[in-house]
């Protein structure tokens, strides 16, 4: 009985070690593979066969005033827009102008329909109408006195009477002026006209609106566009660079190659608590060209003397919105050359342009940077 018991233990034993030894051989067979590391190549590096075809330039010094540019907004002179409004409330029956059209001063903008020129005519005719009985008792009453038939006091009664009935006609004509009705033209339509010549830059009423007088929104906003204002937020870390009655270059995208003048008229007192900038205003002279809302560039110069990079113009390549410079990767790998992103500055003479920042003079560029770029995209 006892070897009976020994030889079931043994043959556990062996069936327990055989399933142990078959799972691990199933584990190490459904283990995953090793991870494989691929490294992706740097997409700023160009090889190519025959570097002979890339000349390469060394980017030369070249010393100018510190600088610094900052983007803005092009926005009418406040002190040159003025609304065109009506004092009488009413329907609009016609619209002379839309927004955008250039208007001059005296010109039609719109027709209003309104109760209160007709309220305003019949005060100023019942005015005359008193007045003229005023004026006719004022002489009866004189008569009489002179024939002693009144006493002095029911005279000075008559000509109170009369003059107050001249004041009553002088503020009831005042009415209608300041409504903008004449008084030799009875009619409950009040004709709108622009106060300044210049461009609608807001229009908010439309044929059959209604207008509430001033206790509404503007009709019509006029601005005079002849001067403007360009509006810039410059970081508080660069508004030493900023200065009042200073000029500033203004660059528009949409005329490259044309810079204009500004002066610095203002240099805001509160920062702006998100971004941590100041609003900059620069005023200059309208050539006609700029128009609310353009988006520009502000170009400060400061009194230190700062040292940049050099570079032939074909060194350098717009790409994506940004500016790019291809310099040689090292004396071992002829064969390669990287690109570099670089701020480039303006143009100088012998068709060179700075490179305010991104390279060191020094350094070797590729001249033409265009070509290898293409070279490299085949």
């Known amino acids: 009985m006892d070897s009976v018991k020994l030889l079931a233990s043994l043959a556990l034993t062996l069936l327990l070690l055989g399933c142990g030894g078959s799972s691990e051989k199933n584990a190490a067979v459904e283990a995953p593979p090793p991870t494989q590391v691929v490294h992706e190549q740097d997409v700023n590096i160009v090889r190519v066969d025959h570097p002979e075809q890339f000349p390469l330039a060394t980017a030369a010094e070249h010393a100018g005033a510190s600088s610094l540019a900052v983007t803005g907004t092009v926005v009418p002179d406040i002190s040159r827009t003025v609304p065109a409004i009506s004092l009488a409330s009413g329907r609009v029956v016609e619209i002379r102008a839309r927004l955008g059209d250039s208007v001059q001063k005296g010109q039609l903008l719109m027709r209003v329909q309104s109760a209160d020129i007709s309220q305003a005519y019949s005060d100023y005719r019942k005015a005359q109408a008193d007045s003229t009985l005023a004026d006719t008792q004022y002489e009866?009453?004189?008569?009489?006195?002179?024939?002693?038939?009144?006493?002095?006091?029911?005279?000075?009664?008559?000509?109170?009477?009369?003059?107050?009935?001249?004041?009553?006609?002088?503020?009831?004509?005042?009415?209608?002026?300041?409504?903008g009705s004449p008084l030799d033209h009875p009619s409950a339509i009040v004709d709108v006209r622009a106060p300044i010549?210049?461009?609608?830059?807001?229009?908010?009423?439309?044929?059959?609106?209604?207008?509430?007088?001033?206790?509404?929104?503007?009709?019509?906003?006029?601005?005079?566009?002849?001067?403007?204002?360009?509006?810039?937020d410059?970081?508080?870390?660069?508004?030493?660079?900023?200065?009042?009655?200073?000029?500033?270059?203004?660059?528009?995208?949409?005329?490259?190659?044309?810079?204009?003048?500004?002066?610095?008229s203002n240099i805001g007192a509160i920062l702006d608590p998100n971004i941590r900038t100041a609003k900059v205003r620069i005023e200059l002279r309208n050539p006609g060209l700029m128009r609310p809302g353009m988006?520009?560039?502000?170009?400060?110069?400061?009194?230190?003397?700062?040292?940049?990079?050099?570079?032939?113009?074909?060194?350098?390549?717009?790409?994506?919105?940004?500016?790019?410079?291809?310099?040689?990767?090292?004396?071992?790998?002829?064969?390669?050359?990287?690109?570099?992103?670089?701020?480039?500055?303006?143009?100088?003479?012998?068709?060179?342009?700075?490179?305010l920042s991104g390279i060191t003079p020094g350094q070797q560029v590729v001249t033409n940077a265009l070509e290898l770029q293409n070279t490299a995209e085949q």
């Not at 609106?209 to 509006?231: C, H, K, M, R």
């Not at 940004?322 to 004396?331: E, H, K, L, T």
């Open 140 to 179: 009866r009453a004189k008569e009489l006195y002179q024939h002693g038939a009144i006493a002095l006091n029911d005279l000075q009664v008559a000509q109170d009477a009369a003059q107050k009935g001249k004041v009553d006609v002088e503020t009831a004509a005042e009415h209608l002026r300041v409504l």
């Open 197 to 232: 010549s210049g461009v609608i830059t807001d229009q908010q009423v439309t044929n059959a609106s209604g207008v509430q007088s001033l206790s509404s929104a503007n009709p019509f906003t006029i601005s005079d566009l002849s001067n403007i204002w360009i509006l810039c």
């Open 234 to 264: 410059v970081y508080e870390n660069d508004l030493a660079n900023v200065r009042l009655g200073e000029t500033a270059d203004i660059t528009v995208s949409a005329y490259p190659g044309r810079t204009f003048s500004g002066r610095i």
């Open 295 to 355: 988006f520009v560039t502000a170009t400060f110069h400061g009194s230190q003397t700062e040292k940049h990079a050099a570079v032939p113009a074909s060194a350098i390549l717009h790409l994506h919105d940004r500016d790019w410079v291809y310099v040689p990767v090292g004396v071992s790998d002829r064969n390669a050359f990287r690109r570099v992103e670089v701020k480039a500055g303006g143009m100088l003479p012998n068709n060179l342009q700075e490179i």
